[in-house]
């Protein structure tokens, strides 16, 4: 993150009314009619904080005819995150905060009998330094690259493959032939914008649909991700994905495209193959 998006970031989280912006978003997409019914400033002092807030890439506006609907981006978060914090976490610090909030909550949840349908809804941008061409061809061709555990059906693959034509299956393979199907290709323009439609790894009853639209910026790419689902989604599963498209995009595909790190899928036995040869080496 440059100096100037991170001074960004850091100006728009100073002012409590825009983190209380920020918390109601996290909870759903909100129109600003919404968002200013939340305060008791006027609408204008409302849309001047979300203003600062899409400056600094923490909220992205999408219409729906003449109605504005805004939406959390957790990427410049996460991206503070690892930079300030994660360097420094320990695991004593997660067990004293899940040791609070077990002292607050004051006993345990009932169980729910059943699971009602529930929908999902993110909205994420990230800027990659890397041209159009490249990024769309990271997505498709080389999607095992970057794309790796533990983001897998099942916890492993052989393989990922994604068949880059209309109809073509995003898919991973156990051995012996076995394998899941994540989604199928429904829209899909070179270089522009890829669209997958499918439940996308969740279990039970679900159909999403991911559209991910890839706009030049400058010398870079500027990848915008929209992910809808209808089904048995739940407050963990909307979090879980949130965190997920963050990492994969936001980290491994723009450490992939931008430094050539592969941080995705690694077979066991390429790695023992690997082993045995600097053994035979030694």
């Known amino acids: 993150m440059r100096?100037?998006?991170?001074?960004?970031?850091?100006?728009?989280?100073?002012?409590?009314?825009?983190?209380?912006?920020?918390?109601?978003?996290?909870?759903?997409?909100?129109?600003?009619?919404?968002?200013?019914?939340?305060?008791?400033?006027?609408?204008?002092?409302?849309?001047?904080?979300?203003?600062?807030?899409?400056?600094?890439?923490?909220?992205?506006?999408?219409?729906?005819?003449?109605?504005?609907?805004?939406?959390?981006?957790?990427?410049?978060?996460?991206?503070?995150?690892?930079?300030?914090?994660?360097?420094?976490?320990?695991?004593?610090?997660?067990?004293?905060?899940?040791?609070?909030?077990?002292?607050?909550?004051?006993?345990?949840?009932?169980?729910?009998?059943?699971?009602?349908?529930?929908s999902l809804h993110i909205e994420q941008e990230v800027t990659l330094a890397a041209p159009p061409a490249r990024v769309y061809q990271a997505l498709t061709d080389e999607v095992s690259a970057w794309w790796g555990a533990p983001y897998l059906i099942g916890g492993e693959a052989r393989s990922l493959r994604l068949e880059a034509r209309l109809g073509g299956r995003f898919y991973q393979e156990w051995d012996a032939g076995d394998g899941a199907l994540w989604a199928v290709v429904s829209s899909l323009r070179r270089g522009e914008h890829l669209e997958l439609t499918g439940p996308m790894g969740m279990s039970g009853s679900v159909q999403g649909r991911v559209r991910l639209e890839l706009h030049p910026a400058g010398q870079g790419t500027r990848l915008t991700l929209s992910h809808r689902a209808i089904g048995d989604v739940d407050d963990r599963t909307r979090a879980s994905y949130t965190k997920g498209w963050t990492d994969l995009l936001g980290t491994r595909l723009k450490a992939f495209v931008e430094k050539g790190e592969r941080r995705g899928l690694v077979h066991p036995r390429a790695g023992a193959t690997a082993a045995r040869a600097r053994g035979r080496t030694r």
């Open 3 to 118: 100096s100037e998006e991170l001074a960004a970031v850091w100006k728009a989280l100073a002012e409590p009314k825009r983190r209380r912006l920020l918390d109601l978003l996290r909870e759903r997409p909100r129109t600003t009619g919404e968002l200013a019914s939340a305060f008791r400033v006027s609408r204008f002092a409302v849309m001047k904080h979300l203003g600062v807030l899409e400056k600094a890439g923490l909220v992205l506006v999408r219409r729906q005819g003449r109605v504005r609907y805004n939406h959390l981006n957790v990427v410049p978060l996460q991206r503070v995150h690892d930079r300030w914090m994660g360097p420094y976490q320990a695991l004593w610090a997660a067990s004293l905060l899940g040791l609070k909030r077990g002292l607050e909550a004051g006993g345990e949840a009932m169980p729910k009998s059943s699971v009602a349908v529930g």
